[in-house]
């Protein structure tokens, strides 16, 4: 596993296939390791050369517990495009990861070919501002909900109805949440990115061509707010994926993956 010093933080990355670049961008609390079961072998199959990173707040990059700003973010992926001499490349992020793609977007064109934006928003509604706010409430209470108890808020929170009454899927995603339920203070960090102010007015001025995907029960970032973000991003490409919640991209990979692949491959007029 490779590490690249950039900004002054370590940064821990993959770097898979060969062909043009595609960097992609988890969200919060995320680590690189989940776009390998999906993403990776389906992009490199597709003739790609996929770079994977875990984002500062998650080990073993740095974990950077004094906080950090989604603007910091940016800075750490255009350094990597820049120290890997990628650029322009193509960007994938999906959540906190794709407004770092849109924000990356309009700050340094020149690194980007095309971003998709999954499980995106341009704005934070009451709801979503409630929810931020009550999950880092929780954190910072010293509060640990039970890992069944969490692992079951999650699997509500982030899937479709059509996976939640699949007995046979809910019980392996049950068991993945469990493993992966505590949060460290990098990942108290990245919530606060997700206080996102409106810059839906400041997207009107991204050149990058642009595809954003929502995921049609998606809580979290419901796909009217990223259908806000593809109507303010001139140009953009929308696609609403059906039966998936946030986890779109894990609850059906194969729709997905060919929806990201044609958009990277697809002729621009």
């Given at each position: 596993m490779?590490?690249?010093t ?8 993959d770097?898979?296939g ?43 990059s ?27 490349c ?12 849109q ?24 709801l ?13 209470s ?33 068991d ?23 810059r ?15 995921f049609?029960d ?14 303010a ?8 994926i ?28």
């Amino acid at each position: 596993m490779p590490v690249i010093t950039v900004n002054g933080i370590r940064l821990s990355y993959d770097d898979t296939g060969t062909g043009r670049p595609v960097v992609m961008i988890q969200g919060t609390g995320g680590t690189r390791t989940v776009w390998q079961l999906h993403q990776v072998p389906a992009l490199t199959s597709a003739g790609f050369r996929v770079i994977t990173f875990d984002n500062r707040g998650i080990p073993p990059s740095s974990e950077c517990p004094e906080g950090f700003t989604l603007q910091d973010m940016v800075g750490d992926v255009a350094g990597l495009i820049e120290r890997l001499g990628l650029g322009p490349c193509h960007v994938v992020g999906t959540s906190m990861g794709a407004f770092v793609a849109q924000e990356l977007a309009l700050a340094r064109p020149e690194l980007v070919s095309r971003a998709v934006l999954m499980a995106t928003r341009g704005r934070t509604d009451v709801l979503r501002a409630a929810l931020t706010r009550a999950e880092i409430d929780l954190y910072d209470s010293g509060i640990r909900l039970p890992v069944r108890y969490a692992a079951v808020l999650r699997a509500l929170k982030s899937l479709s109805p059509r996976t939640l009454d699949d007995d046979v899927a809910m019980a392996d995603w049950l068991d993945l949440f469990e493993l992966t339920a505590e949060a460290g203070p990098g990942q108290r960090a990245q919530m606060e990115i997700s206080r996102l102010d409106d810059r839906l007015a400041a997207y009107r001025h991204i050149r990058v061509p642009c595809q954003v995907i929502g995921f049609a029960d998606d809580l979290v970032t419901p796909p009217r707010l990223g259908r806000e973000v593809a109507d303010a991003i001139p140009g953009a490409r929308y696609d609403l994926i059906e039966g998936c919640g946030h986890y779109g991209y894990l609850e059906n990979p194969a729709t997905v993956n060919k929806t990201i692949v044609e958009f990277l491959t697809a002729e621009l007029s």
